[in-house]
């Protein structure tokens, strides 16, 4: 007797874990959607849980009552890429396996090895930046132009060798 009580003990235990489980799941994915801008049209979904237990004796099939999840939005549709010219250069820096640090001239040396950048030339829709690591010498020079509003990194020169070489 004492056996079944707890086997009915683990069924219960296993069904809680899915139910938190399945409430986690919603909640990363209602978050990662935006949650709960009221602003924006929501839709419901419903979704029928079906369970199957086999036994040696006969296999049962069971349906749960169909259950309504959490209302899902839209994400908002926005442009890919950058609209602005440092993010073009942390982009660039970033698929290079650089962390970015931010302006060589106000970094420090605990943020040494991650690479910063120094604006070099400044135009409306097209920047020059030197970059590298922080406190070395410059590794890179990036050309980074803007159109349509996207910002991208669209030329890479390495620097001239130190002493007019």
Request: with cysteine.
């Amino acid at each position: 007797m004492r056996r079944s009580t707890a086997g009915a003990r683990s069924g219960i235990r296993a069904r809680v874990a899915s139910v938190i489980a399945l409430v986690a799941v919603g909640a990363v994915l209602l978050a990662a959607c935006g949650g709960g801008d009221s602003s924006k049209a929501t839709k419901s979904t419903t979704t029928a849980v079906s369970t199957t237990t086999t036994t040696a004796a006969a296999a049962t099939s069971t349906t749960a009552p169909p259950t309504t999840a959490a209302p899902t939005t839209a994400p908002p549709t926005t442009v890919a890429g950058c609209h602005d010219a440092v993010c073009a250069v942390v982009t660039w820096l970033s698929n290079e396996g650089h962390e970015y640090a931010g302006d060589c001239a106000s970094t420090t040396t605990d943020q040494i090895p991650k690479w910063c950048s120094s604006l070099h030339t400044d135009g409306a829709t097209q920047k020059v930046y030197y970059v590298g690591p922080v406190f070395s010498e410059v590794a890179k020079i990036l050309t980074v132009t803007e159109v349509g509003g996207i910002w991208t990194v669209t030329n890479t020169e390495n620097p001239p060798p130190l002493g007019g070489g």
